[in-house]
């Protein structure tokens, strides 16, 4: 150890660190360290670009390709698109799942109940994802926790439906960390819709409402129709927007709409309804569930309110004009 006066300091060269002398075997062992650092940092990084090809292999198979197949046949494709939902609503984790169910999720080497992403085009290709906050990309989150509590605070207004769903084997607590979370592209394009559509199905039965699919060559143009009590379809389109959701205005939703009846062979009004409540007053509630004049269109700004509670305006509308 060598003392030295303060006041010497600023006579010192300042690299003096940078060209202090070590032993020549010291030398060679912190040389060999940072080979093997860099090699270890090369190998991560091409692990994980293998692992982020697999990924998009995988999603793009559900959220490009699938769809495409859907639209050329409709018949022939949908008892596969229905293997595919309930496969993905009964997995929405792969910690205790086969390998085969694994690889539609991304493995984390710490359970989380969050992550970050980032993507191109409507989830076709993943770019990044982590969970911590990634940087230079424009990135987004999935916070399980908060859509956990979401359906947790459902459930427990409505034990009816927790009921229904632990028997079908859909009922999952997305608050509690995992170290298997779905995909992006999977969890928002599949589980999401999928686990919407089923929450109304059993509403309606709750209710005591019947709920009719959709004839094979109309597979999900729309996600099912009820039959009026003068015997009229009303075709049912569930949605999941929430204050984070990159929603499209209402017009252009009927827009879209107005596509899938061409397609269609009766143009049939078309009920939309919301599965979660928005904040009060938010700009996507009153784009898309604004009161309206269209008769083609009506909407339904939530199956449930900000409390769990079953929206008692929307059991009334079913009851008093559906069977």
């Known amino acids: 150890m060598i003392l030295i006066d303060n006041a010497a300091k600023k006579n010192l ?27 270890l940092k090369k190998e991560k990084a091409r692990l994980l670009y293998e692992k982020l090809n697999m990924a998009n292999e995988i999603q793009h198979r559900f959220t490009v390709w699938l769809p495409s197949q859907l639209q050329q046949d409709r018949q022939g494709k949908k008892e ?10 009964k997995h929405p984790f792969g ?24 993507i191109e085009g409507d989830y076709s290709r993943l770019l990044a994802i982590d969970a ?31 009921e229904d769903f632990d028997l079908l084997g859909y009922y999952h607590d997305f608050e509690k960390p995992h170290h298997y979370q779905l995909l992006p592209g999977i969890f928002n394009n599949f589980y999401r819709p999928a686990l919407s559509e089923e929450v109304f199905k059993v509403i309606c039965k709750y209710l005591g409402i019947k709920v009719y699919p959709m004839a094979d060559n109309e597979f999900e143009l729309f996600d099912c129709y009820l039959q009026t009590k003068d015997k009229k379809k009303v075709f049912v389109d569930i949605k999941d927007y929430n204050e984070i959701t990159n ?21 049939n009004p078309v009920y939309f309804i919301n599965f979660r409540q928005l904040q009060p007053n938010s700009k996507y509630e009153q784009k898309l569930f604004s009161p309206q004049s269209d008769r083609q269109f009506f909407t339904c700004s939530s199956m449930f309110l900000a409390d769990g509670e079953l929206n008692r305006q929307l059991a009334k509308n079913l009851l008093d004009y559906f069977e």
């Open 13 to 39: 060269a300042s690299n003096y660190l940078n060209n202090k002398r070590t032993t020549l075997e010291m030398a060679a062992v912190l040389t060999n360290i940072g080979e093997i650092e860099a090699e």
């Open 80 to 89: 596969l698109w229905q293997r595919a939902r309930e496969l993905i609503l």
């Open 95 to 118: 910690d205790a799942a086969p390998v085969t169910i694994q690889r539609l999720h991304w493995q984390f080497e710490k359970a989380v109940n969050k992550y970050y992403f980032a």
């Open 132 to 162: 911590a906050p990634i940087q230079n990309y424009n990135q987004h989150q999935f916070d399980f926790s908060h859509y956990g509590k979401t359906l947790n605070k459902i459930y427990e207004a409505n034990s009816w439906l927790k």
């Open 247 to 267: 929603a499209t205005e209402q017009t252009e939703v009927f827009k879209k709409a107005r596509l899938k009846l061409a397609n269609c062979t009766e143009n």
